[in-house]
């Protein structure tokens, strides 16, 4: 497992644009006092490799890192394709997803900072599940606001936060000021992760010995998350004998994108070498109940609704878009990170949506051939991967392809089963 996070920032194509910063309190006032000190530090470091500090890179390898990369022969066969397919597994990790590589290290800062309690919010659960297991191992209380519809359509994600002992509540939640005034607007609100946010940072707000963690979408987040592309060209290289980026093979990198975290993690790392020349596609494949790459507007906006965080430059829906209660809670943001959406405005990032049928369709398809069941949100980068492959079989090209398993789907079956049990 690599011993050090990789800080890409110098390897972005721009410079990020200014945040607005014009609330009252400011968003730099709330996270000054929500967050631990040393991840507000890691938005911004110094350093192009931060050292991984040994507890969390016990308590990682302790949880399966590194993750397998897996060569999908079964599928590249089903396809009758020339391309080498690899698939990150990261729906191995005990929580199911990659989050709980951020959720691990957050954890670690938090307790070390003496906070007691943390804090978040979470979509499909996934998140929320990462947050309660590392809550667990460093000692701390959880308490996780998760967006209601997620909550109804997965209630086994719950029940593993509270075995852990975490408190889980529905968002909007009539627990705090922001969630009762969303509540009075609409009592049927499906909530979102905007909804989930304000909520959470509400709550540690009123709690001094709380610290509010981000699932995605925060440049810390990024920076713990790169493991995934330091692992995957150290695996490449070394299992495989391959390196991406050969000229005119059209090789790709493809994850999904909701916060932009497992992107970032994969990609980020690649940056530089793609920007030295390598030739590498990078895409992002979003779902159509929020196509903010493919079909947003490129806007200042908030990630949450009660304005306690900045408005950054990205790709949006709008402050005010809902989106429909599919079952990819992970995709479902109104609103895309600055660093997404500068790779994308950049010509960097390429984006796809897919409406989620012919997702879980894609994931059925992987269920198939190689027996891996995926989280939905990842079931859009193998959707993508597909269309990758019929495109370069169409031009005789053979090129290696990396999709980042970024999820299980083991609980997410009633989804699968609903969309597709007449298909
Ligand atoms: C399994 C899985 N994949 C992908 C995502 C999308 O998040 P991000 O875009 O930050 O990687 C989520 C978010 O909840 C998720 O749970």
Not at 35 to 48: C, D, F, I
Not at 74 to 87: N, S, V
Not at 239 to 254: C, K, P, Q, S, Y
Not at 346 to 364: I, N, P, S, Y
Request: some cysteine.
């Amino acid at each position: 497992m690599p011993e050090y996070w990789y800080n890409f920032l110098g390897d972005l194509p721009a410079h990020l644009p200014q945040v607005r910063d014009s609330g009252s309190p400011s968003a730099a006032e709330v996270s000054a006092k929500v967050r631990p000190r040393a991840l507000a530090a890691q938005n911004n470091p110094s350093e192009r490799w931060v050292a991984v500090p040994e507890q969390v890179g016990e308590r990682l390898r302790q949880c399966g890192r590194p993750t397998p990369l897996h060569r999908a022969h079964q599928l590249e066969k089903h396809l009758g394709t020339a391309a080498r397919i690899y698939l990150k597994r990261e729906d191995v990790l005990p929580t199911g997803s990659f989050k709980l590589n951020t959720a691990i290290a957050q954890a670690f800062y938090a307790a070390q900072e003496g906070r007691t309690t943390l804090v978040t919010e979470t979509g499909a659960g996934q998140w929320g599940m990462s947050v309660a297991l590392a809550a667990q191992m460093f000692g701390l209380d959880a308490e996780i606001f998760m967006v209601r519809c997620s909550l109804e359509q997965k209630p086994y994600r719950r029940h593993y936060m509270e075995l852990l002992g975490a408190r889980v509540r529905p968002s909007p939640s009539p627990h705090t000021e922001i969630g009762r005034r969303i509540l009075e607007r609409s009592s049927d609100h499906p909530g979102s992760l905007g909804t989930a946010i304000s909520d959470a940072i509400q709550h540690a707000l009123d709690r001094p010995s709380a610290a509010y963690l981000s699932g995605s979408g925060m440049t810390h987040v990024y920076l713990h998350q790169t493991l995934l592309g330091l692992e995957v060209e150290a695996q490449l290289r070394e299992n495989h004998g391959e390196t991406l980026g050969v000229a005119g093979r059209g090789d790709h990198l493809i994850a999904c994108s909701g916060g932009g975290s497992n992107l970032c993690g994969l990609m980020g790392p690649y940056l530089r070498a793609r920007a030295d020349g390598a030739d590498l596609r990078l895409l992002a494949a979003e779902s159509t109940a929020a196509p903010r790459l493919t079909a947003g507007t490129y806007t200042y906006g908030r990630a949450d609704l009660g304005g306690f965080t900045p408005e950054v430059l990205g790709y949006s829906m709008g402050e005010d878009f809902v989106p429909p209660p599919v079952h990819v809670g992970g995709l479902r943001n109104h609103h895309s990170s600055a660093i997404v959406s500068l790779l994308r405005r950049e010509g960097v990032l390429d984006a796809v949506a897919f409406e989620q049928r012919t997702a879980l369709e894609a994931g059925r398809l992987l269920l198939r051939t190689e027996g891996l069941l995926l989280a939905p949100e990842a079931s859009h980068a193998v959707a993508a991967a597909l269309e990758v492959v019929a495109k370069a079989d169409a031009q005789n090209l053979e090129p290696v392809i990396v999709v980042l398993a970024s999820g299980s789907g083991h609980l997410d079956l009633q989804g699968y089963h609903e969309v597709l049990r007449d298909a």
